[in-house]
């Protein structure tokens, strides 16, 4: 078991995102460029005064593509760490950002991330991989194959697996940076494409484009920059793990629900909280079955139950518990080296109260939960 | 003679490449058991592990009928993947065959079956690939 110290306080002192979408006229590099641009002018830094960065990223763009990046903003010979952890490599970049900061080895951080998904089914095994005659190589094919478990065990109807996206585009709407911003209704989500049953095509994030980035500064350290300390979020716990067996047969693999438990455990006790202080959550919710799965191992309900509380509205702005705020990953889009950054942005910016129509009032406490293939776990718990 | 997909998950028993066996790999020390190649074991870390051969038959954990296809997929579409729960533990991913898809049912019975696969266009790639069909 891992042993942590975590030292020094840490605070996100600034947000930035480039719009989810797609982008054919623009290279990963400009994606991660404006993210980090528009996150240094909200934190009130200037590039000159970062001494690290992480970049989270999965796909290849040549090599050291965090530094050639930064390179654009000038040539200051800081260290540039190229990060790569799946879905969850921009939250594992700004895992690192808090962990070297927390430890006393810098005053601030930069994390940023970006990707060009492109289209179609996402695979995770290299192309001449046994997987590709077996025909298991399939994300969404895994989320099915959840989901059929999951609907058998909890009765859960197909209606509200389908609100779940409903939900999410009824966030989106009122967000200029997601990639889907249309509503639909439950029987739209239904009656969409089949990917793999009962998988519909509405119930899958689309493969996007997007950047995000994040600064980060000790909290003793904020007068020494001039930081404005009204507009700052405190990081009370960042926990990133791998794989935990735990005899559960598949239930150790990819996509499991109780891949997140160990987690979330511990950033509930690096945080000194329960899931009960928990106003707003962004979790990975890659398809609909997704987010009830990581709501209930976040333990915002009990197991078997999160699709009661999306059916009652408890999960959706205005509910007792609102996830994916923004939109999610359903809406949003999925560039996997941006989300987990994207889902912190989002949490920083309901935490200050500038989340204008999709603001959560009173929100005070926020957890980030990002999930990545190869078995990658992050749970971030951001307070006001 | 056909080779095996992946000769530490599926060991052929004849050279006809339609028989064969589960291989998986058992930790004497704590009892668990995984599919396919380990040198530690994924519970304990133990180094001591022996091999062992699959049981055949194993029941329908889950199943999807996957319409869009991974790039590269060499079958029909659509194709249905099952995860079989195997008696020693492992759930093992492979395409189910012979099955109506209105007949298919979480906790069915499914056995083992071995069918020749080649890469549409691809010289020499033929494999013998594990799949289940109904017990």
């Known amino acids: 078991m891992t042993q942590f110290r975590p030292g020094r306080e840490v605070m996100v002192v600034g947000v930035g995102l480039h719009a989810f979408g797609r982008f054919p006229e623009q290279g990963l590099s400009d994606l991660a460029r404006d993210a980090v641009v528009d996150a240094l002018r909200d934190s009130g830094v200037p590039w000159s005064a970062i001494p690290v960065a992480y970049f989270g990223h999965v796909y290849y763009h040549g090599m050291s593509i965090g530094e050639t990046t930064l390179a654009q903003l000038g040539l200051t010979g800081v260290p540039i760490i190229n990060v790569e952890n799946a879905c969850s490599s921009g939250s594992t970049a700004f895992w690192q950002a808090y962990w070297g900061i927390t430890s006393g080895v810098f005053d601030m951080a930069l994390a940023f991330g970006a990707e060009k998904v492109p289209s179609g089914p996402v695979t995770v095994t290299a192309e001449n991989s046994p997987a590709r005659y077996i025909g298991g190589d399939h994300m969404m094919a895994g989320y099915a194959l959840r989901m059929k478990r999951y609907m058998e065990e909890t009765g859960a109807p197909a209606s509200a697996l389908a609100q779940v996206s409903v939900k999410a585009r009824q966030a989106a709407s009122m967000n200029p940076y997601a990639h889907r911003k249309e509503t639909y209704s439950v029987e739209d989500v239904l009656n969409s494409r089949l990917i793999a049953d009962p998988l519909t095509l509405y119930q899958c994030c689309p493969t996007s484009e997007g950047g995000a980035a994040a600064v980060l500064c000790a909290a003793d350290a904020l007068d020494t920059y001039g930081l404005d300390r009204s507009r700052a979020i405190r990081v009370a716990a960042a926990a990133l793990t791998s794989g935990n067996y735990n005899g559960r047969g598949s239930d150790h693999s990819a996509f499991s629900p109780y891949r997140t438990e160990p987690a979330a455990l511990q950033a509930y006790e690096m945080a000194g909280i329960g899931p009960e202080d928990v106003d707003i959550a962004q979790v990975h919710d890659a398809a609909t079955i997704g987010e009830l799965q990581q709501i209930e191992a976040l333990h915002l309900t009990p197991f078997g139950e999160a699709w009661r509380a999306t059916e009652e509205g408890r999960t959706a702005l205005g509910g007792d518990i609102p996830v994916n705020t923004d939109g999610g990953l359903l809406a949003m889009g999925h560039p996997f080296g941006a989300s987990g950054i994207r889902m912190v942005h989002e949490t920083v910016t309901q935490l200050r109260g500038e989340a204008g129509p999709r603001q959560v009032e009173n929100a005070r406490v926020g957890v980030a939960q990002c999930s990545g293939a190869g078995d990658v776990t992050t749970v971030h718990i951001l307070t006001r | ?135």
């Open chain 2, 1 to 135: 003679m056909v080779v095996s997909v992946d000769e530490k998950c599926l060991r052929l028993t004849d050279e006809s490449g339609e028989r064969g066996v589960l291989l998986g790999m058992r930790c004497p020390n704590c009892g668990v058991c995984v599919f396919g190649p380990a040198t530690f074991c994924q519970s304990c870390t133990s180094a001591d592990l022996e091999e062992v051969e699959l049981s055949t038959e194993g029941t329908l954990y889950s199943f999807t009928i996957v319409r869009v296809p991974p790039s590269g997929w060499p079958g029909p579409v659509p194709y249905v993947l099952g995860e079989a729960e195997l008696p020693e533990g492992p759930h093992v991913l492979a395409e189910v065959i012979d099955c109506a898809h209105d007949d298919l049912r979480v906790g069915m019975a499914v056995t083992l079956a071995i069918q020749t696969v080649a890469m549409d266009g691809v010289a020499g790639s033929e494999r013998a690939v594990y799949k289940w069909r109904p017990a």
